[in-house]
Each structure stands twice: as structure tokens, then as C-alpha cells.
T-cell receptor
């Protein structure tokens, strides 16, 4: 069975550009969450989507947006990239709205902003 | 004060040693607690949940102390393969969709 898949695995952008990251949850999972992990830190919550609606938002600027599609896959968009946006972006899926112990992470997208 | 705090380490221990990590959390209303393991450049993976009564899974034991607002992870008979970063995770009441991670504690087990 396929786990959570993310694309691309690596990405290099320059300041001011825009980026779209993609995530496909485990089949049957309806919840997708996005996390940002800066080197040396734990993952920070960005968004959660459940049944195609935003259910939670972390402390990130409006440059960050996301959406969930009818097939439960998700996109994370970041506009006007800053150097500080360089990080590993993790997507996690779960069956229900509450993640917790049933949260499964993808291997992430490593974003470098130059 | 950070919501979830951990000693970043690194903890360098010989194979076979017992090592313990603590994690403190600031929100007394926190409701669920977990330990995740993250290998270098990989995604976090659930290691175990943490219950007030304590729970054990093989060489790993997790404890929760609500009065002092900390959780612990004990690893007995350390293996080389235990080398990783251990992330403390908390879910707070009212934000059930959000996991709050600590910065992680790095463990290096050596021969």
C-alpha cells in the first residue's frame, strides 16, 4: 500500500518566487496536515484540511495558503518566498479529523530559497 | 516560554546503556502526548503514545506527570539503531487537529 507521497522531493527557488508543493494522502484518509521543519527544530503546524475544508491554521503569514481536492490530495502554496522559508515541508495524513497517534507523514519536500 | 521544551542534546551513550529524556509542556489543558522518532533527513514516525498510567513497548517506557507537566522516555539496552532524534509531541484541548512538537533530543549510540 502506498504511504503519504509528496512531490517534488527537492526544490530550489529564489527570493520572491512562488512555490506549490503537493501531497497525496494514504488511500481512505480524509485529513491532510502541513508542517514546516527548519533545520534543528521540530515541525511547526501550518494547516490542517479535513473533508476539503480548512480545520486549523498555525502561526504563518498569509503568503502561505493551501487547499484540498475532492480526491483528498492537497497543495501548499507559498508566495513571495523569503530566505527564511527554506525548510523541510512535511505533509501528514490521518483517517479522521484528529491526528494524534494515527498521523502518518510523507518524506517531505526540501525547499531551498536562495 | 515555548509550548513544548526538550533538551536538544546530543546524548552520546554506549551500546547497552539506559538513557532517559524529559520533555516539559506549558499548557496544563494539554490532552494527548506522544513520542515520535525522526532519523536524519527523514520524516517523523510515531514511536509511542504516553498515558498517565505509563506505558511500555519492549525496551521503551513512556511516562506522563500531569502535576509537573512533563513526559519522559526511557530507553533500556540501547542499540546502535536507536540513534535518532526523539520528538516530544503534545495535542492541546481545542486544537485537536494540531500537533505541537518539541525541538527534539538527539541520541547517538556508540560502540
Amino acid at each position: 500500500d502506498a504511504g503519504v507521497t509528496q512531490s517534488p522531493t527537492h526544490l530550489i527557488k529564489t527570493r520572491g518566487q512562488h512555490v506549490t508543493l503537493r501531497c497525496s494522502p494514504i488511500s481512505g484518509h480524509k485529513s491532510v496536515s502541513w508542517y514546516q521543519q527548519v533545520l534543528g527544530q521540530g515541525p511547526q503546524f501550518i494547516f490542517q484540511y479535513y473533508e476539503k475544508e480548512e480545520r486549523g491554521r498555525g502561526n504563518f503569514p498569509d503568503r502561505f495558503s493551501a487547499r484540498q481536492f475532492p480526491n483528498y490530495s492537497s497543495e501548499l502554496n507559498v508566495n513571495a518566498l523569503l530566505l527564511g522559508d527554506s525548510a523541510l515541508y512535511l505533509c501528514a495524513s490521518s483517517l479522521g479529523r484528529v491526528g494524534g497517534e494515527k498521523l502518518f507523514f510523507g518524506s517531505g519536500t526540501q525547499l531551498s530559497v536562495l | 516560554r515555548k509550548e513544548v521544551e526538550q533538551d536538544p542534546g546530543p546524548f552520546n551513550v554506549p551500546e547497552g546503556a539506559t538513557v532517559a529524556f524529559n520533555c516539559t509542556y506549558s499548557n496544563s489543558a494539554s490532552q494527548s502526548f506522544f513520542w515520535y522518532r525522526q532519523d536524519c533527513r527523514k520524516e517523523p514516525k510515531l514511536l509511542m503514545s504516553v498515558y498517565s498510567s505509563g506505558n511500555e513497548d519492549g525496551r521503551f517506557t513512556a511516562q506522563l506527570n500531569r502535576a509537573s507537566q512533563y513526559i519522559s522516555l526511557l530507553i533500556r539496552d540501547s542499540k546502535l539503531s536507536d540513534s535518532a532524534t526523539y520528538l516530544c509531541v503534545v495535542i492541546n484541548t481545542g486544537t485537536a487537529s494540531k500537533l505541537t512538537f518539541g525541538t527534539g533530543t538527539r541520541l547517538q549510540v556508540t560502540l
